[in-house]
């Protein structure tokens, strides 16, 4: 079984940076790919990032390309999202989220495995 819990969430100004951590326990952080999903009040979850086990490949929304970045430390068992120039319609909770085989798209819930509790984060204008 494997946990995750979210951490760095907040209030910010629009304009403002945040770091996202998530970090994984239960068994080894080896799994095929990491991602970062967010959901706003009366909205459906949507993916923000993915990044696969090595690094070497990184998806976006297009609604966070050129702002945010993901990235991981495996021997620190964390994947963190950078979040940068952020915007009032950013406001939301926030998931990491553990894709453990190759099969399904990444930018859709059902591929993913594992999933924290969630961090708020909230952009005010």
């Avoid at 946990?3 to 629009?14: D, I, N």
């Avoid at 770091?19 to 080894?28: D, E, K, M, P």
């Avoid at 970045?69 to 406001?91: C, F, G, H």
């Amino acid at each position: 079984q494997v946990q995750l819990v979210e951490s760095g969430g907040g209030l910010v100004q629009a304009g403002g940076s945040l770091r996202l951590s998530c970090a994984a326990s239960g068994r080894t952080f080896s799994s095929y790919a990491m991602g970062w999903f967010r959901q706003a009040p009366g909205k459906e979850r949507e993916f923000v990032a993915a990044i696969s086990w090595s690094g070497g490949s990184t998806y976006y929304a297009d609604s966070v390309k050129g702002r945010f970045t993901i990235s991981r430390d495996n021997a620190k068992n964390t994947v963190y999202l950078q979040m940068n120039s952020l915007k009032p319609e950013d406001t939301a909770v926030y998931y990491c989220a553990d894709k453990t085989s190759w099969r399904g798209s990444y930018y859709y819930t059902p591929s993913y495995d594992y999933w924290g509790q969630g961090t708020q984060v909230t952009v005010s204008s």
